[in-house]
């Protein structure tokens, strides 16, 4: 009989273990076995808890966002202000535990399944809507509507291209480099919309 509450810790195990699957291979070309190999269970057992590994894919990807939402959240509790809150939505997208290559290369993953799978394309969707929402709010304190949706476009532009070039590029930057170009684009917005 199984204990009482093993099954979340074997599905939060599947879904460390596909993350960290995902960003060894660099790719979504990994099997369900080697996945629970990692997690120390059976495929049968993943299968079980998941039915696939496209579920398994989306629960890892849905762990991340969640992940990613709860760093915002903590971030804005100490956040003074709109720039703060725009500065505390640019400081999770480059959080250790965001800008880990094993999550990188999730994302990578994810970006293209979004191309092949109406589900990924659903949940990618929701996230850069959140990712808009929230950054057009804070925006808009700070500068007229138009330029506040066009700077939302532009630093979720470069959050995404950050992560792609990390993902594929020897020499991309660093975390602390790539938070620094994104806070740069966003001075520059912010001096543009004060000069005109």
Wanted: hydrophobic residues 45%; positive net charge.
């Amino acid at each position: 009989m199984p204990k009482i509450g093993m099954e979340a810790v074997r599905r939060e195990a599947l879904i460390s273990a596909t993350i960290a699957e995902i960003g060894a291979s660099g790719s979504l070309d990994v099997t369900v076995g080697r996945i629970a190999n990692r997690a120390g269970v059976s495929s049968a057992l993943a299968h079980h808890y998941f039915g696939s590994k496209e579920r398994i894919f989306f629960a890892a990807m849905r762990r991340i966002l969640d992940d990613f939402g709860k760093s915002v959240l903590a971030r804005f509790r100490t956040a003074n202000g709109p720039r703060a809150r725009v500065e505390a939505i640019i400081g999770a997208s480059f959080d250790p535990d965001q800008f880990d290559p094993a999550i990188v290369s999730a994302w990578l993953a994810f970006y293209v399944e979004a191309n092949r799978s109406q589900n990924a394309q659903r949940l990618l969707r929701v996230y850069a809507r959140r990712l808009d929402s929230n950054l057009v709010h804070s925006l808009r304190d700070l500068m007229t509507e138009d330029a506040a949706r066009r700077t939302a476009q532009g630093l979720a532009s470069l959050i995404d291209g950050l992560y792609i070039r990390a993902a594929l590029q020897e020499r991309a930057p660093k975390r602390h480099d790539a938070a620094a170009l994104v806070m740069d684009y966003l001075d520059k917005a912010l001096k543009t919309e004060k000069a005109a």
